[in-house]
């Protein structure tokens, strides 16, 4: 929560203003260590010199924060346009899927259908020639049907 307070409060402000807030508390120092010369401003200028060094570290602290969060968009918008290309990339490839797909499904109907009008040609030759023992069939059809037989109890 507190870092959303800092981002949201700070977050608005140019970069170049935190090394000029660290440059002007150096000046600020300086002109400070001078005023403690003056014996009428030594206790204000006293007061002043630690107040402009954590001035000039919070600046500094806040410039390295500014640099890796200029860092960190450049990172992400490069991450953004490769998602974006990945996403039509992976629309175009799935596009092709589906007609590939379609295709596939066309040829089994195909295939299927062609077996079919061959079964119903050739039914009476079927009927004709069917030299299958019936043991086999009814072996065949407990297979299909997945069902043992019933076997007594001894």
Same mark, same amino acid.
């Given at each position: 929560m507190f870092s959303w307070i800092i981002q949201y409060a700070v977050g608005d402000l140019p970069i170049w203003i935190w090394p000029f807030m660290a440059g002007v508390s150096v000046a600020? #120092?300086?002109l400070a260590g001078v @005023?403690? #010369?003056?014996?009428n401003i030594k206790p204000y200028a006293m007061f002043i010199k630690p107040i402009a060094f954590v001035v000039f570290c919070v600046g500094i602290f806040m410039y390295g924060g500014a640099g890796v969060e200029a860092i960190n968009k450049v990172a992400i918008q490069l991450?953004?346009?490769?998602v *974006? @290309? @990945?996403e039509e990339a992976s *629309?175009? @490839?799935n596009q092709q899927l589906a007609v590939k797909l379609k295709d596939a499904q066309l040829?089994?109907?195909d295939q299927e259908n062609k077996l079919a009008t061959s079964i119903l040609k050739n039914?009476? *030759?079927?009927d004709a020639e069917c030299n299958i023992d019936p043991v086999a069939l009814r072996m065949y059809n407990r297979a299909v049907s997945n069902t043992q037989p019933v076997?007594?109890?001894k």
């Open positions: 600020i #120092y300086f @005023a403690t #010369y003056f014996p991450a953004e346009e490769r *974006k @290309a @990945a *629309k175009t @490839a040829t089994i109907k039914k009476k *030759k079927f076997v007594p109890k």
